[in-house]
Structures are given as structure tokens and as C-alpha cells.
């Protein structure tokens, strides 16, 4: 089992639910805060978001890891199930502690956020206007929008 036998299926699924609204919280949270900040490079904000996912997972993983097993993504849970290291019992808690914790990450995200006035889309796909020599235009391509 992947998680502390000890340790209550109530504690392991809240263990589940603070993991995985600390990685929403922390990972899309930086995100939103490099795209609303000044004069950051497109490297140096690159550099910040995967430092603040990296981080905020080697985080969850050392403080909830004894708990639940720090799956964090319902997809581990799934692959823990299969393999066997987490029993089906426990499947449809975990995953659904994950989902609420994701959905109170992005919500606080949100909350947090909208008072910047932080456009959903970037201005340039809402306007029309071409992409600036930043990367974002292959960024856009890449995930096959354009600018």
C-alpha cells in the first residue's frame, strides 16, 4: 500500500485534497503572477513557474507523503490501483478528493486573481494582433491556437 496503514481513509483523502490544492494553488497561481508581472523574461518567467511546480511537488510529497502516498493526480491514483499498491476501496475517495481539491485550487486561483483584471485569453488572441518576438506566438502554435 502506498500510504501509512495507520492512517484513516478521512485522513489519507484530506491528505489527497490539500496536496492537490496546493499544486493547483501554487503551480497556475505562479503562472497567473508571471503573466501580470513587469519586465520578467520569457526564460526567467519559464525558470519561476517550473521551480514553483517542482517545488510545491517535492513539498507535498515530504509533508503528506506518509499520509495518502502524495498521489496527488488522479491518473497515479489509477496506475497505484492497477499495480495494486492502493486498493479499489480507496479509488473512488482519493480521485474524488482530488478533483475537489483541484476544483478549490482553481477556484481560490480565480478569486485571487480577478481582481487584476487578467484576461482569460491573452490580449493578442482576443484582439487579433500579432504576437510580439517573445515566444509566445510558438507557444500559441505549438498548443495549435494563433495569434
Not at 493526480?73 to 479509488?91: S, Y
Not at 478533483?99 to 477556484?107: D, E, I
Amino acid at each position: 500500500m502506498s500510504s501509512r496503514p495507520n492512517a484513516s481513509p478521512q485522513k489519507r483523502c484530506l491528505s489527497e485534497l490539500l496536496g492537490t490544492y496546493l499544486l493547483v494553488l501554487i503551480g497556475p497561481g505562479t503562472v497567473a503572477a508571471v503573466s501580470i508581472a513587469q519586465d520578467i523574461s520569457p526564460l526567467e518567467a519559464l525558470l519561476i513557474i517550473g521551480f514553483a511546480f517542482g517545488a510545491t511537488v517535492a513539498l507535498v510529497i515530504l509533508l503528506l507523503g506518509r499520509i495518502s502516498g502524495a498521489h496527488i493526480n488522479p491518473a497515479v491514483t489509477l496506475a497505484h490501483t492497477v499495480a495494486g499498491k492502493t486498493t479499489l476501496e480507496m479509488f473512488l475517495p482519493y480521485v474524488s478528493s482530488q478533483v475537489l481539491g483541484g476544483l478549490l485550487g482553481a477556484f481560490t486561483v480565480k478569486l485571487i486573481f480577478s481582481q487584476f483584471g487578467v484576461p482569460s485569453r491573452p490580449r493578442h488572441y482576443e484582439t487579433g494582433q500579432r504576437c510580439e518576438r517573445s515566444g509566445l506566438e510558438r507557444c500559441w502554435r505549438l498548443q495549435g491556437l494563433s495569434c
